[in-house]
């Protein structure tokens, strides 16, 4: 007998929004208000709608009176450019009653509807009481059900684990999780541990993550077919950051357990291309630790070696990311990838310049850039190409060692960051830096206040164009 189909559900242990195509099911009409206003609707419909005031603007609900106090269906509002929300239907998983339902729109492709309403189905309800959600979409046969699927349990993962706190997310519960969506898959994992980093010449690592109770680590699965292209993704595990020994204010703390965020989103991009088998020789490095205050902790003004040989001048100890990034960046290097990828919560500089929704990318790679633009421009999956402007490579030279992990100045942050990063990078024939948020302060209709999935769908789509 054939063993039954792994699922990414399963995985994450989350039931799917989805139902297959139910004949059933009530529906949602969602219209524009030109939409409600021609004469599609049935004239009771109509009638019953306007003298309930319902105008179709953007995110509005009626629902629908039938025989005997049943309901009929439902009625949706998509404003007057249903384009600028694309996601819209995710506030349909709050709105409407339990219940298993079809949504019907000419305004909007049906993979957005049917996307928008399984992303708004999430909650994060592991620390209080909750009943689970008992409102399905029905799924409509021509849509991939998988390929919805897997983007769903892939943002849901990543959402979880930037969510759940560093008490219950640290170095040695990352590394499970890790160990857990490779077993899922059946790929390959393994993780070098405290002192062996340094045994292993992993210096930058175990520097900043030598300080916490807990060892830092780096992590390294391996999936897929040797001879295929070689992609490697690079995750910034740091699962919380105090900002060392330049301490951070409490205001600017109280988020730092999402500084994972880069690890979240690789392992839920991993989660796809394994669940979709894509034929690629597939490499995921983490390096995971915790940025903490102890006697050991390294200082301002210290000065480390890197796997690459490349001296760092610490001048700030709240500019850890890139230095455990640097050793990991290193080590990837040294296989001839066709593509690289690092993700990484990075700099504040990042969310001045484009905001907590637009997370930049910087490469050399012209055609990587216009790939990557054109699939986040596919999948509704925003993204914005910065420069790796070569004036400021000037800025990340250290007086005493070869470079500084945080320039003087305070301008440009994001840049230097990612020029800083690039030194690491020489062999890869295509290498992209992410700096993303992963995490949404105000509530969306496909999303609540919390950890977010950023580029992963964009990535995913040019990866499997690679295939």
């Given at each position: 007998m054939a063993p039954a189909p792994r699922s990414p559900y399963q995985f994450i242990e989350r039931a799917s929004p989805f139902r297959p195509h139910d004949a059933d099911a009530l529906t949602v009409h969602a219209l524009t208000p030109d939409e409600f206003q021609a004469a599609?609707?049935?004239?009771?419909?109509?009638?019953?709608?306007?003298?309930?005031?319902?105008?179709?603007?953007?995110?509005?609900?009626?629902?629908?009176?039938?025989?005997?106090?049943?309901?009929?269906?439902?009625?949706?509002?998509?404003?007057?450019?249903?384009?600028?929300q694309p996601f819209l239907a995710g506030k349909l998983a709050r709105l409407l009653p339990a219940g298993t339902w079809t949504i019907s729109a000419s305004a909007l492709a049906p993979?957005?509807?049917?996307?928008?309403?399984?992303?708004?189905?999430?909650?994060?309800?592991?620390?209080?009481?909750?009943?689970?959600?008992?409102?399905?979409?029905?799924?409509?046969?021509?849509?991939?059900?998988?390929?919805?699927?897997?983007?769903?349990?892939?943002?849901?993962?990543?959402?979880?684990?930037?969510?759940?706190?560093?008490?219950?997310?640290?170095?040695?519960?990352?590394?499970?999780?890790?160990?857990?969506?490779?077993s899922h898959y059946g790929a390959e994992a393994s993780s070098i541990v405290g002192e062996d980093l340094l045994a292993e010449n992993f210096p930058l690592i175990h520097t900043v993550g030598r300080a916490s109770a807990e060892a830092p680590r780096l992590l390294e699965m391996r999936f897929g077919r040797k001879g295929a292209r070689k992609v490697t993704l690079v995750g910034k595990g740091v699962c919380f950051d105090t900002g060392g020994l330049d301490i951070k204010p409490p205001a600017s703390m109280l988020l730092m357990k999402k500084d994972m965020g880069g690890a979240a989103n690789v392992l839920a991009l991993a989660l796809m291309i394994m669940d979709a088998g894509l034929d690629i020789d597939l490499r995921v490095l983490v390096p995971a630790v915790e940025n903490s205050i102890s006697a050991n902790a390294f200082r301002p003004g210290d000065i480390y070696r890197s796997r690459k040989g490349l001296s760092v001048q610490i001048d700030n100890t709240d500019a850890e990311g890139r230095l455990i990034l640097a050793d990991a960046l290193a080590y990837a290097d040294e296989e001839a990838l066709d593509l690289m990828v690092d993700m990484a919560t990075l700099t504040g500089a990042a969310r001045v310049a484009l905001g907590p929704d637009l997370p930049p990318?910087?490469?050399?790679?012209?055609?990587?850039a216009a790939s990557l633009s054109a699939a986040s421009l596919a999948e509704d999956d925003p993204i914005w190409r910065l420069p790796l402007y070569k004036g400021y490579e000037k800025d990340v030279r250290a007086k005493v060692a070869d470079l500084t992990n945080a320039p003087?100045?305070?301008?440009?942050?994001?840049?230097?960051?990612?020029?800083?990063l690039k030194r690491f990078v020489e062999h890869s024939r295509s290498w992209v830096h992410f700096d993303i948020f992963a995490w949404v302060p105000a509530e969306k209709p496909h999303a609540p206040v919390g950890g977010e999935a950023q580029a992963i769908r964009a990535l995913y789509r040019h990866i499997a164009s690679l295939c």
């Open positions: 599609g609707l049935a004239p009771e419909v109509k009638a019953f709608a306007s003298a309930a005031g319902f105008t179709a603007d953007a995110g509005s609900l009626l629902l629908l009176p039938g025989q005997e106090g049943a309901l009929a269906g439902a009625l949706f509002g998509l404003g007057k450019e249903p384009a600028d993979e957005l509807l049917a996307l928008g309403f399984g992303l708004g189905s999430y909650s994060f309800d592991s620390y209080r009481t909750a009943k689970p959600s008992e409102v399905f979409l029905s799924v409509p046969q021509d849509l991939d059900g998988a390929k919805l699927d897997r983007t769903l349990a892939a943002v849901f993962l990543a959402r979880d684990l930037v969510n759940t706190p560093t008490n219950d997310m640290g170095p040695e519960t990352l590394e499970r999780v890790f160990f857990s969506l490779a990318f910087f490469t050399d790679d012209e055609a990587l003087a100045g305070g301008m440009a942050g994001a840049i230097t960051a990612a020029l800083f």
